[in-house]
Structures are given as structure tokens and as C-alpha cells.
């Protein structure tokens, strides 16, 4: 079933002030990478440390030929770290976060594919998938696949995603389309691995992620908008 909003809605730009205002603003935020803190690299770089600046020191890492590469000038200014499909950045390690909790990036597809995974929970068969591609869409698997009905993944194409698990009232908002919610199961996150499934490497994306945010805590519609306004103007969505 679908959410209330309506399709395509006009953001409006009096829910964010934009000067200044960052995913910090919301309460219970977990882990947040940004490309801002990557600077100093040229292009094809690897990066081994992607700064978590929630606030909560969970740094994403990786090392050798796992690590992801820079691409400069990738989207409005800012570059962003490409995964080859076997190449991740791994959180450090903490207790596994049950739901409610939400997930919010911008994302460019490389090659519209089953099965690739872009965020995985890890360690214990948690939170899996965000996307795994199934049919073309964004997903989320929490025990259960919730899959996206609004929009159909194009190659090479950015978005920006929220996706809420809790339980059967999980959901998923792509580029300020109506939601698609359902049943997501109810399992917890246990480790977040950008551009891998939860073993490293694994399953890998073939794509870019310019920017991530988790939440230990059910964003409110409004505070999704919030986010979704913020990277519509910081990356021109």
C-alpha cells in the first residue's frame, strides 16, 4: 500500500533553512558520511576512511584492493566514492540496532542488476540489501522483502532514498515519490557495509554513494521531508 503523500510533491523550501541545517539536526542520529570531509583526493584515489561525523565515531574503513575509489566533480560540485562491485566500506563494529530505524542516501546506479547490494546489516542476518535490485527497484529485508512500486532503477542515475523499518509499517520514499510501505520483518541492524552485503565484498554495487545517514529512530514524515530537501538542493536534484 501507499503512504498519503502525494506523488511527486513540491518540496517546500520553508521546511529547511538551509544555512546551515545538516542531518545532525535530527535526533538519534547514528552514523553520517558526507563527502565534504573527503577532501585531498584526485580522482581514482582509494579511500580507506570515510569519517562517520555523527558524532558517535563509527568510521566506515577499508583496505587494499577493497577499497572504494574517488570520483571528483561526481554530482553538483562534490565527489563521491564509486564501488567497482567487490570493493565496501565498513563500519566499526557496536550492538545491533533494533527498529524502529531509518536510513537516508543519495546513490547513482551503475548497471541495473539483481541482486546488488548497496547497505547491509551484517553479523546477524539483520538488515540486508538497501538495494539488492530486485526486478529494477530499491528494497529493504528485515526478515521480510519490502520492495519500492514507484519508481524503476535507471543505469547511471542518481537518487534519493529514505527508507523506515518498522516492521509491517516499514517503507520506502525514492526521490519524493509516494512511499511504498508493508512488512519488512522486524530484524535489528548489526553493521553497516557500504557497497558489500554482510560479507564484506560480497554481492558487491557497481555504483556511487555520495552521501549516508542512520537513524536509531522512526523519522517523522515531516523530518523525512527535512532530509529529502536537503539533498534535493545540495546536490540539484
Known sequence: SAMSRRAHQVLDPSIVRLGGWTPRHLNNLFIWVRPDSLGGFA??????????ESGNARDLTSSGAAR???????????GAPTFSGSQYLQSTNYTDLAQPYSFAFVARTGSVVTDNQQIDGGESGTLRGVPYQNTSQFNIYAGAVLSDTAVTLVATTWYYVVIRGDGTSSDIAVNNNTATSGNAGTQSHGRTNLGSDSTPGGLGWTGRIVEFCLYGDLL???ERDQLEFYFVNKYAL
Open 68 to 78: 572504494p575509489t574517488w570520483v571528483a566533480n561526481a554530482i553538483n560540485g562534490y
Open 43 to 52: 580522482n581514482n584515489d582509494p579511500i580507506g576512511t570515510w569519517t562517520d
Open 220 to 222: 517523522t514524515t515531516a
